[in-house]
């Protein structure tokens, strides 16, 4: 660990506080139907996507409602991508002449897009087409990160409102997410990668001679325009195999810079949107603090341990940090932020391979994911379920003083608990039941490259990775198989939309439901006693349900580093 490299660390913290302000305010003022500075231009746009579409804007949804149209929604962007892979060598827009993709690879792709999760078992650059990539994956890039945004704001408008089934109107909420925050800011961001190296062209490829003579082809296409949206829709997706670590997608230093901001930027700032549009700015900061609060510790145990080295590294007088699977130009201080802001934020870009991570380096991206995606998670979909684990903090706090719980002036009953317990297990038993049957199954553990306790960490990462809409892996395991594309699409659907409907069916419930003034006994969620027991029921019900789990890969994985046993 050096100075340089702390402060390298803190100037990502300090821009991405600096910006949550503003950015929160304007989703605000969007998501509350407020006029913007880009009203005059983009209004009369989505006035002409409502006249298309025959929505009227002003038709408030039920929650039951709203969560079918977004279900819906979704299936038929799910057939639509799947058949848009399965079909491209008949497709225009192919230079590269990317050939037939196989049913599950196609499943597994087309849910991972939809999803958010963005889990990729190809190679992008000689797997799919420029067509696919623009009008399949980076469409979805766009309108997977606005269905998150638009489940945030149903939830937000239930703690604002009472005594009502209205909710908001899922395709307004849709649009407006996409054209006014997800659009503009994308657009920018991407003539800035363009400007720092990254390349945007309908080219297939372009022919190199090495230093050694040999010619060699180097792919590139339409990149700066998905990695833009890739990264602030925390979706993860890569242009290239080795994603962020290709030069074509994070050319240099400052390239770096700006991505790492995007992966975070967006989920922040809809913590600081939430509270502006219940009303109560003081408990949206406190979920930030929250979610800084994990991202902070992340960082500090992952750049010690890569920092640190090897037991090994060090007798052999290779002492300083693990630069294995690591890109020079961004060395272990940058690699270290990324891994924990990409598992953090529920992005799985990656510019640093998390399978060449030392044990302990590598377990706290892995329990970052198992805690739910929430600090921050996703665009939109890491606030609503860090409001799942508020609702049990509330629960637990209540129980310790004999009340009935409440949060943000809602009365907690037994329907918003137990549907809370509900969203918050789906992402355990779906990371560890698919992964206890594919440690027994011979199809399953053909696909790892390391046996033992590396090669279950492999297999309890990737599902950790699909269930929590990821999209790193831990390399080494060949996922591109009938086993794994299947039960990782399968998990991924499961782990977004199965958390989805309980939190649409909880804002449902809170909306209908009075709000409660203020009293003596009322437990203050906007003070560090909050933040600290909102923190503490993240990792208790984090620890309870993986400690076991981890104890058999990253765990003992370093325990056998420490006494010789292994090499790394």
């Known amino acids: 660990m050096t100075v340089n490299g702390w402060l390298q660390i803190l100037l990502l913290f300090v821009l991405v506080v600096v910006t949550a302000r503003p950015l929160g305010l304007f989703f605000a003022a969007v998501l509350d139907g407020r006029k913007t500075w880009l009203h005059p231009v983009l209004a009369p746009v989505e006035r002409g996507f409502y006249k298309l579409a025959g929505v009227d804007p002003a038709r408030e949804q039920r929650w039951s409602d709203y969560a079918i149209a977004l ?63 623009m009008l399949g994956l980076t469409v979805q890039n766009f309108i997977s990160a606005a269905t998150g945004i638009a489940i945030f704001a149903a939830l937000a408008r239930a703690f604002a409102r009472e005594k009502t089934e209205g909710l908001g109107n899922f395709w307004v909420d849709l649009t407006r997410s996409t054209l006014y925050l997800l659009l503009p800011i994308s657009i920018v961001t991407a003539l800035v990668l363009v400007a720092l190296g990254l390349p945007q062209t309908l080219a297939g490829s372009v022919d190199a ?7 060699q082809v180097i792919a590139q296409g339409p990149v700066a325009s998905q990695i833009a949206i890739k990264q602030l829709g925390t979706n993860g997706g890569g242009f290239f195999n080795v994603n962020s670590s290709h030069p074509y997608e994070n050319p240099n230093a400052w390239s770096n810079m700006v991505t790492l901001w995007a992966i975070v930027a967006l989920p922040l700032a809809i913590a600081v ?17 929250v979610m800084i609060l994990f991202l ?89 379920g860090i409001i799942l684990y508020a609702i049990l903090a509330m629960f637990v706090a209540g129980l310790m003083v004999g009340r009935t719980p409440e949060y943000l002036g809602k009365k907690l009953e037994a329907r918003e608990v137990k549907l809370a317990v509900l969203g918050v297990l789906v992402v355990p038993l779906v990371i560890l039941g698919f992964a206890s049957v594919s440690m027994v199954l011979p199809a ?52 977004r939309f199965a958390v989805i409907v309980p939190v649409m069916a909880i804002a449902g ?14 437990f203050p969620t906007d003070t560090p006693l909050f933040v600290g027991l909102l923190a503490g029921v993240i990792l208790i019900l984090g620890g309870l349900q993986f400690f076991p789990a981890l104890s058999l890969g990253p765990v003992l994985e370093h325990m056998q580093m420490l006494s010789g046993l292994i090499a790394n």
């Not at 590294?313 to 690591?326: C, D, H, Q, S, Y």
């Open 71 to 133: 279900l819906v929604f979704n299936a038929a962007g799910f057939l639509f991508l799947y058949a848009l892979i399965r079909l491209q060598t008949v497709l225009p827009l192919n230079p590269a002449g990317q050939g037939e993709v196989s049913a599950h690879l196609a499943f597994n792709t087309a849910i991972s897009f939809v999803t958010n999760t963005n889990w990729q078992s190809y190679g992008g650059e000689t797997t799919l087409s420029h067509l696919t990539q």
């Open 209 to 215: 001679t090495t230093l050694e003579g040999a010619n």
């Open 273 to 289: 949107a939430f509270g502006k549009m219940i009303g109560r700015q003081r408990e949206g900061w406190a979920l930030f603090a």
């Open 296 to 384: 902070v510790i992340g960082i500090v145990v992952v750049y010690w341990a890569e920092g640190a080295g090897t037991p090994q590294m060090n007798a052999l007088g290779l002492v300083g940090p693990n630069m294995e699977g690591k890109e020079v130009r961004f060395g272990a201080p940058m690699s270290a932020l990324w891994a924990v802001f990409t598992t953090g934020a529920s992005n799985g870009s990656v510019n640093s391979m998390h399978g060449s991570y030392t044990p302990l380096g590598g377990l706290v991206p892995m329990f970052l994911i198992q805690l739910g995606e929430v600090l921050p998670g996703g665009v939109g979909s890491g606030l609503y």
């Open 444 to 495: 399953a553990l053909a696909g790892t490259a390391n046996p033992g306790a590396r090669g279950y960490s492999e297999i309890l990462y990737a599902f950790s990775s699909a269930a929590g809409n990821n999209g790193s892996a831990y390399a080494g395991l060949t996922a591109n198989a009938t086993w794994y594309d299947t039960t990782l699409g399968i998990a991924m659907h499961l782990g």
């Open 509 to 522: 419930s809170l909306a209908a439901k009075p709000k409660l003034a203020p009293s003596a006994g009322t």
